[in-house]
C-alpha cells in the first residue's frame, strides 16, 4: 500500500526537471521523497543526487523501476510510453510530462497498461493547474454566449528565462543514445501521419505543435470541451495557424515563433456580445510569476464601459499538479490531466498536421476510438 509520503523515481534530470519538478518535489517533502534519479548524463546526475541528497541514481530507466518505488515521473525527452508502459506494469504510478506520446497509438498503449494495472497515469499539462486559468473557467459562464475564441502565442527564446537557475549541462552524453531517441522520434512522427507527411510538417507536428500548442489546446479543451471540428491549419517552421469548431464556437489560433526577444507572451481571449475575458500568461519558467485575467463589460446602447484586472495568487502551477498527482495517489482524487486528457491532446495535434496536409477538415478529432483502433 502506498504510504502519504510518495517515494518517486525521476526518469530525466533535464531542463524542465532542474527548473521546476525536483526544486518542487524538495518543497513537498511532507507528500514526496526523491527516492531516485535517472539520466543519461552520468555529471548531470551527480549535480542533481548531490543538490536533493539522493543516493539511488542510474543511466537505465529499466534499473531504476526495479527500485521500491511508488510512483515514477517521466520528464525525459523523447518517447515516453516504453517506460510508462513499463512502470504501470510494475504497479507504480507514473506522472509524465507533455507531450505523452509522439504518437496517438503509444499513447494509447500508455492509457491501457495504467488501466489494466490499476495505477495512476497522469500528465503534465501544467497550465491546467494555474490559479488565472482556474479564474478563467469560473468566468467564463458569467458570458453570455462565446461567439469568438482568439488565442495568441508569442514564442521566444528559453535561454534568457533560465540564466537565473543553477543548471548542471551534460558535459558528456553518449552519442549512440541520442542518435537512438531523435530517430525513433522520427519513426514514430513519421508512422503518426503517414507517408504523405514531408520532413517540415513532421517537424512542425513535434517540435512546435506537440512540444508548445499541446498547451493551448489542452486549455482551450478544458475551457470549451472537445473540438467538433479542425477547419483549417497552416504550418510553418515560423508560424502556425489552426481554425477549430467547438460546436457553434469559433477559435481561431497563432502561434509565431519571435527569437530577437525574450518577450514570451500567451493570450487567450474569449468573446460574447456582453463582455470579454482575456487570460494572459507569463513565460512557464518564472516561477511563481502570476497569469492575469482582464474582465471587460458595459451597458449596452450606452457609452458606459469597464474593465478590470485581477491577479488571483502567486502559487505556482508546477507545483499545484505535482499536489494533484499525490492526491490522485494517495486520496482517490481524479486529476485533471489523467492519462486520457494527455490522449486527446496528441490526437488534436495528429489531425491539425493532416489537415494541413489534406486541406480537407477533422471531425471530431479527439475521438478516443481512433487511437484505440491504431494500437
Not at 486559468?133 to 453570455?144: G, K
Request: proline fraction near 6%.
Amino acid at each position: 500500500m502506498t504510504s502519504a509520503r510518495t517515494r518517486v523515481g525521476v526518469v530525466g534530470c533535464g531542463l524542465i526537471a532542474q527548473t521546476m519538478h525536483l526544486h518542487y518535489l524538495a518543497e513537498l517533502d511532507d507528500r514526496f521523497e526523491i527516492a531516485a534519479l535517472c539520466d543519461l548524463s552520468e555529471d548531470v546526475l551527480a549535480a542533481c543526487a548531490s543538490r536533493y541528497s539522493v543516493k539511488r541514481t542510474f543511466t537505465d530507466w529499466e534499473e531504476l523501476l526495479r527500485e521500491p518505488l511508488d510512483a515514477v515521473l517521466i520528464l525525459s525527452s523523447g518517447n515516453h510510453a516504453p517506460a510508462a508502459v513499463a512502470a504501470a506494469e510494475a504497479g507504480l504510478h507514473v506522472f509524465v510530462e507533455k507531450p505523452m506520446a509522439i504518437s496517438a497509438a503509444e499513447g494509447s498503449r500508455m492509457v491501457a497498461a495504467a488501466e489494466s494495472a490499476g495505477v495512476r497515469l497522469m500528465v503534465g499539462t501544467m497550465k491546467r493547474y494555474d490559479p488565472a486559468y482556474e479564474r478563467l473557467i469560473e468566468l467564463l459562464p458569467e458570458l453570455s454566449g462565446v461567439r469568438l475564441v482568439q488565442v495568441t502565442t508569442l514564442e521566444s527564446p528559453i535561454a534568457p528565462y533560465v540564466l537565473h537557475f543553477p543548471l548542471a549541462r551534460p558535459q558528456a552524453t553518449p552519442a549512440a543514445a541520442l542518435a537512438a531517441i531523435q530517430a525513433e522520434d522520427d519513426r514514430l512522427s513519421a508512422a503518426a501521419l503517414g507517408p504523405q507527411a514531408d520532413e517540415l510538417t513532421r517537424s512542425v507536428y513535434r517540435d512546435i505543435l506537440l512540444d508548445n500548442l499541446v498547451h493551448e489546446f489542452n486549455m482551450l479543451r478544458g475551457a470549451l470541451g472537445e473540438p467538433t471540428a479542425v477547419t483549417s491549419a497552416r504550418l510553418a517552421s515560423e508560424t502556425v495557424l489552426v481554425s477549430l469548431s467547438f460546436g457553434d464556437v469559433e477559435c481561431h489560433l497563432s502561434w509565431v515563433d519571435l527569437p530577437g526577444i525574450a518577450h514570451y507572451r500567451q493570450e487567450l481571449a474569449f468573446y460574447a456580445p456582453d463582455g470579454r475575458i482575456t487570460l494572459t500568461l507569463p513565460s512557464p519558467f518564472l516561477r511563481n510569476t502570476p497569469g492575469v485575467v482582464t474582465v471587460e463589460g458595459g451597458e449596452p446602447g450606452t457609452p458606459h464601459a469597464w474593465r478590470r484586472e485581477e491577479v488571483v495568487a502567486y502559487d505556482e502551477a508546477f507545483k499545484r499538479e505535482l499536489i494533484a498527482f499525490h492526491d490522485a495517489i494517495v486520496n482517490g482524487v481524479e486529476p485533471r490531466t489523467p492519462g486520457t486528457d494527455g490522449l486527446r491532446d496528441v490526437l488534436l495535434c495528429e489531425a491539425v498536421a493532416r489537415v494541413h496536409l489534406s486541406g480537407e477538415p477533422a471531425i471530431e478529432p479527439t475521438a478516443i476510438s481512433a487511437a484505440e483502433g491504431a494500437r
